[in-house]
């Protein structure tokens, strides 16, 4: 029984981890969308490259 609470209080953890991790790519999309259109509004070709390639590798 011991083993199975072991067990179940680590798919636990994992699956906490995963809503986290999924929480934080979310934000930091939402973060470069906002900068990206900044960038594009002021007309800052680098900041947009450099950002587009990040939101590019996070998703």
């Given at each position: 029984m011991d083993k199975m609470k072991a067990t179940y209080e680590v798919m636990l953890g994992l699956a906490a981890e995963m809503v986290w991790d999924e929480a934080l790519r979310k934000h930091r999309s939402e973060e470069l969308y906002r900068e990206i259109d900044r960038a594009?509004?002021?007309?800052?070709?680098?900041?947009?490259?450099?950002?587009?390639?990040?939101l590019r590798l996070l998703n």
């Open positions: 594009l509004a002021t007309g800052d070709e680098s900041a947009f490259r450099n950002l587009t390639d990040e």
